[in-house]
């Protein structure tokens, strides 16, 4: 089914980019931005998983930004939704075919290191999966990648580095940290963010691990930026979807600019 859905965009856009971004919830406005759009709604390609969540919306869109030619999967499934984990990669895999060779994912995610604020960008250094399962389950694919990948440097040095580097430049304050994918929906308890605290967590977050495991397996270089939306359970007063959508929107702005920076400065 991958290899239909990229048949099907190569032949909807001439060239594939080289880039492509992944954006999570109320993150849209950077898509929005590219000039020489086309958008390409994702049940216009077939297998393509539809989003069905309130605030996430579902198209591919190809189009410049700057200098730089990208792909945006505007929108995600999640394995809350019941989305099985091939089908929360399938995206990912389709522009792994097409030759992408970096990713870039962003997403909301709950702040569990004290000198997070919400609103703030955090570059993920490594992540931990919590959600107990992994999209490399089952027979492996060998033309897509090997049975055991490496996931030591699962967040490309260099991405971070040049990430670093931009943020500089734009003078933000950012964040680095790992990452732990719950399944979720539910939101953490208290006590779960203090067990994430103590093996060694800084963000708690229900999406982007498959996609990094996923595109690792492929070999394309990862870079993932967290929105702390709020400060996670236990932190701060009770939590709610709409707050995370709401901070979300608020710091997509400085999400938006840091992209857009950061494409610029980024060698494909
Ligand atoms: N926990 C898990 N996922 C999230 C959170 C959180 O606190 N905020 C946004 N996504």
Redesign the pocket.
């Known amino acids: 089914m991958i290899r239909a859905a990229a048949a099907e965009l190569s032949r909807r856009v001439a060239e594939w980019p080289r880039v492509a971004l992944v954006l999570g919830?109320a993150q849209s406005s950077f898509s929005e931005a590219l000039e020489d759009r086309v958008a390409i709604p994702y049940r216009e390609i077939p297998g393509w998983p539809v989003p069905r969540v309130a605030g996430h919306a579902g198209e591919l869109i190809v189009g410049r930004s700057g200098t730089k030619r990208v792909a945006v999967l505007s929108g995600r499934v999640h394995l809350y939704e019941g989305w099985t984990p091939q089908e929360v990669v399938f995206g990912v895999r389709v522009m792994g075919l097409l030759g992408v060779r970096v990713l870039v994912l962003t997403?909301?995610?709950?702040?569990i290191r004290e000198s997070y604020r919400p609103g703030m960008q955090v570059f993920i250094t490594d992540h931990i999966n919590l959600q107990g399962v992994n999209p490399l389950v089952g027979a492996n694919d060998q033309s897509l990648g090997p049975r055991f990948p490496d996931m030591s440097e699962a967040y490309d040095r260099g991405l971070l580095e040049l990430a670093r580097d931009t943020a500089r430049g734009l003078g933000m304050n950012t964040g680095e940290g790992v990452y732990a994918a719950?399944l979720?929906p539910s939101?953490?308890t208290p006590a779960e963010i203090r067990f994430l605290r103590t093996i060694g967590a800084d963000l708690?977050?229900?999406?982007t691990v498959p996609e990094v495991i996923a595109a690792r397996h492929m070999g394309m270089r990862v870079l993932a930026v967290s929105t702390?939306?709020?400060?996670?359970?236990g932190m701060q007063a009770a939590?709610s979807h709409e707050e995370?959508l709401e901070t979300g929107k608020a710091s997509a702005a400085e999400l938006k600019r840091f992209l857009g920076a950061f494409l610029e400065k980024l060698e494909v």
């Open positions: 919830s997403n909301a995610a709950g702040g719950m979720g939101f953490e708690a977050g229900m999406s702390v939306t709020n400060m996670a359970a939590l995370v």
